[in-house]
């Protein structure tokens, strides 16, 4: 699905720019400005075509400029509006896709432990927070391997998983689960309370997650400390597979999940109001 729809992005993309050299030529300056905008249009969409968080904003603008094309062509409103329900469902449908892939993952526990190439100097910089390498998970994602070192830090009470891209940073509180990430793509069960850092590094990651810890604790509660590293590892192992079973098993409803999301349901945790509520409704989930 996702293939067919990024290949209709580029179809169309192309399809416009070559009509603003056509329409140029004709003398239609009005049909190769809507032209332009289309062609850009297609092209922010392909940028923004799957599992964001929350949808960026030029996913919209692309929706709203290729409306201003259609009515610059002088395209009834009727027909406006259908065009853009037709690319918001095949958005949805394209989320659906994925989700549903994401869900089907498989995690695989490596022999040795092993770092994927391009977080070497990601995971040197959380060895340098006093995290260790515990072992490591391999799966594979769109045919790409890739590896999930997974580490444990000093008190024994963190965990952190690093991949070349994504970071994540981890606590665990029974069934609960505190996330710390540079990378909030799909949506999670109610019980881990995320906070995004986009951008972040380990040491960042690490900072953010150790505030909201504070913060957890002002309740009284404490994250769970791993008496052994077998235990650490598997409880990433859960942890992970929890959250791809919730994705995969309603990728509708996570593709609905994906459009709707607003920021502030990701946030770096603090002592304001909005922060404070999401910690007491996170702790009124089943430990």
């Not at 449908?93 to 869900?103: K, T």
């Not at 960042?204 to 077998?230: C, K, Q």
């Amino acid at each position: 699905m996702l293939k067919v729809y990024s290949a209709y992005l580029v179809v169309c993309g192309l399809a416009a720019l070559a009509a603003i050299a056509v329409l140029l030529y004709l003398g239609d300056a009005r049909g190769a400005v809507a032209a332009g905008i289309v062609a850009a249009s297609a092209l922010m969409l392909l940028r923004a075509r799957t599992f964001a968080s929350p949808p960026p904003r030029r996913h919209w603008v692309a929706l709203g400029l290729i409306a201003v094309a259609t009515m610059i062509l002088g395209f009834p409103i009727g027909m406006v509006a259908a065009s853009l329900a037709v690319l918001v469902v095949l958005q949805l449908l394209v989320n659906a896709a994925a989700a549903h892939r994401l869900g089907g993952l498989k995690l695989e526990a490596l022999d040795h432990p092993a770092v994927m190439p391009g977080a070497e100097d990601l995971v040197q910089q959380f060895a340098a927070e006093g995290f260790r390498v515990i072992g490591s998970y391999g799966c594979q994602v769109a045919g790409r391997p890739v590896v999930m070192t997974t580490m444990l830090g000093p008190t024994r009470d963190r965990l952190a998983v690093a991949t070349d891209k994504v970071l994540t940073v981890s606590s665990r509180f029974g069934r609960r689960s505190l996330l710390t990430t540079n990378s909030a793509t799909a949506p999670l069960p109610s019980e881990v309370l995320r906070q995004h850092v986009a951008g972040a590094s380990p040491g960042e990651l690490v900072d953010a997650h150790d505030t909201a810890l504070t913060l957890i604790d002002s309740h009284a509660s404490r994250p769970d400390v791993f008496e052994n590293d077998a235990d650490a590892l598997l409880a990433v192992r859960e942890m992970e597979e929890r959250a791809l079973g919730f994705v995969g098993h309603a990728p509708l409803r996570a593709a609905l999940s994906i459009e709707g999301r607003s920021s502030s349901q990701t946030r770096v945790l603090g002592s304001d109001a909005d922060s404070l509520s999401r910690i007491a409704s996170w702790l009124g989930q089943t430990a």
